[in-house]
């Protein structure tokens, strides 16, 4: 692919997506720019994760485009789509390390099977990958020894192994303890900077990711309901947004799921 000279890498141009009848996200456009740290936040349920899938084309756009480097990953055929993927990583939310493998096999599983290296070349590769998460001395451990945060860091260097321009993660601090979640936001950072990253990650960890992201999207209702700055998101005048950063139980998203009335349930008809 030639590359495209866009200051964003990833970008969603008037896209459409939806399961059955339920539409997830409604005519979206918006753009990860190149070299920053994304956030994707808003209620579950708001197609955060789906943007993922597409970007790695796992789901293709019901309409409109979803672009990688400018290319359309919507019309990729499998070789292009092998390519693309070959220039990202992908953090799932849980890991989802090879049980059977252990921490340096997980990480070398990459390398292996999309590269022709020597064993003594991957080897010095993984470590420094290891290294970089603080896990090289966890080199020989297997997965169902990891703690949470440790299972994360590894998939965080199995994620990086083949030096990708993209790297994308799912709900990166959910399930790990305070410690836990403030290395993985540093590590973002840090490693989106030492690498030269385009970085997109979802989350509902407001202090971390105000903390470390350039640019935040908040998606709702199928559309973006704010993007820009931490700071311009946090002074948004939108009442939905206003809800989601203060954490307000009342606002548009409401507690009650929509529902014929109380009277139809409950009485009148008995």
């Known amino acids: 692919m030639a590359p495209n000279s866009s ?22 456009s918006l753009q990860v720019p190149r070299g920053k740290v994304t956030a994707l ?13 597409l970007i790695g084309g796992q789901n293709r ?27 990202m990583g992908m953090l799932f939310q849980f890991g989802a390390l090879f049980a059977d493998l252990n921490v340096y096999d997980n ?3 990459p390398l292996r099977e999309h590269t022709d290296l020597s064993e003594e070349m991957l080897h010095d590769i993984v470590l420094m990958k290891l290294n970089a998460v603080g896990l090289r001395g966890a080199r020989d ?38 410690i836990s979640v403030g290395t993985s936001a540093h590590l973002i950072r840090q490693l989106n900077d030492a690498m030269g990253l385009t970085s997109i ?17 908040i998606l709702a209702n199928g559309k973006v309901a704010s993007q820009g700055t931490p700071q311009e998101v946090l002074h948004s005048t939108d009442p939905l947004v206003y809800q989601y950063v203060n954490a307000l139980s009342e606002g548009p998203v409401r507690f009650h799921y929509p529902a014929v009335s109380v009277e139809n349930d409950f009485g009148v008809a008995r």
């Open 7 to 28: 200051n964003a890498l990833v970008e969603l141009r008037n896209l459409t997506f939806g399961y059955g009848q339920r539409v997830i996200l409604d005519d979206v």
């Open 41 to 53: 936040m808003g209620a579950s349920g708001g197609g955060k994760t789906t943007i993922l899938r």
């Open 61 to 87: 756009a019901q309409k409109g485009q979803m672009l990688f480097d400018g290319q359309d990953v919507t019309i990729m055929d499998p070789s292009q789509l092998y390519a693309a993927r070959r220039r």
């Open 107 to 109: 990480v070398a599983f």
């Open 141 to 178: 451990m297997m997965p169902g020894a990891l703690s949470g945060g440790m299972a994360r860091r590894v998939a965080l260097a199995r994620a990086i192994a083949l030096d990708p321009e993209l790297v994308m993660y799912d709900e990166p601090f959910s399930g790990i303890d305070p």
């Open 201 to 217: 990650f979802v989350s509902h960890e407001l202090e971390q990711t105000f903390a470390i992201a350039d640019h935040v999207i």
